[in-house]
């Protein structure tokens, strides 16, 4: 089955203890991205990937890094959390000519930093 | 960059009938897509429709549709025969067809379906 999956779907830290959010995808999709919902805001991207080794930022970088090793995963990493990255955060895959950019989402990871 | 607008933070709509939400986008650009996403309770992402810009005719998926007007800017969806499962937030987002792989979100229209 064609999917993005993410881990952990949910995750209580706190502040400063550095975490990790696994991304992965089986389509051989080239492009990647996280994003971020916050309430009132809708998603917006954090970082994205166009292909291994190529990532670039995207609106709200600030306090996350990523990192694209394998086509297939894309890692969230969150160096030194603080308590307003609490959140619920995706990862979407897609691929240039197929379904005119369809991104294809994650089920979601919910984040709450105290 | 591009900014997204959705002036209806909550609709309901009798189960059955028709309802409308509305988008708006800015941008300078004259050739991108246009999407609308269903997030449902269990927070999953689906896509219900996409709208290329340089179409003029506007995407219809079985009770779906939208009108696109893309010299006023305007993206909004149609849901007829409403249905209790369509409730849901909905996101309109636009995406460049070309440079960086980004969607730019609205803030989404929570959906209410009354019984």
């Known amino acids: 089955e064609a999917q993005v999956t993410q881990n952990p779907r949910y995750l209580i830290t706190v502040t400063g203890k550095k975490l990790t959010v696994t991304c992965s995808q089986n389509?051989?999709?080239?492009?990647m991205s996280w994003y971020r919902q916050d309430p009132g805001l809708g998603l917006r991207q954090i970082y994205y990937s166009m292909n291994v080794e190529v990532t670039d930022k995207g609106d709200v970088p600030e306090g996350y890094k990523v990192s694209r090793k394998e086509k297939r995963n894309f890692p969230l990493i969150l160096e030194s959390p603080s308590p307003n990255q609490t959140s619920l955060y995706f990862c979407a895959s897609s691929s240039p000519g197929l379904a005119r950019y369809e991104q294809y989402f994650g089920p979601g990871t919910r984040l709450t930093v105290t | 960059a591009q900014t997204v607008t959705q002036s209806q933070p909550e609709m309901s709509v009798q189960e059955a009938e028709t309802v409308t939400l509305s988008c708006t986008y800015d941008?300078?650009?004259?050739?991108?897509?246009l999407f609308w996403y269903k997030q449902p309770p269990s927070r999953q992402m689906i896509l219900v429709i996409r709208q290329e810009a340089y179409k003029q005719q506007n995407a219809t998926e079985n009770r779906f549709s939208v009108n696109f007007q893309k010299a006023a800017k305007s993206f909004s969806l149609k849901i007829s025969d409403s249905q209790l499962g369509d409730a849901a937030m909905y996101f309109c987002a636009y995406r460049s067809a070309a440079g960086a792989n980004n969607l730019f979100f609205g803030t989404g229209t929570r959906l209410t379906v009354i019984p």
């Open positions: 941008t300078s650009e004259s050739d991108y897509y």
């Open positions: 389509m051989n999709h080239e492009y």
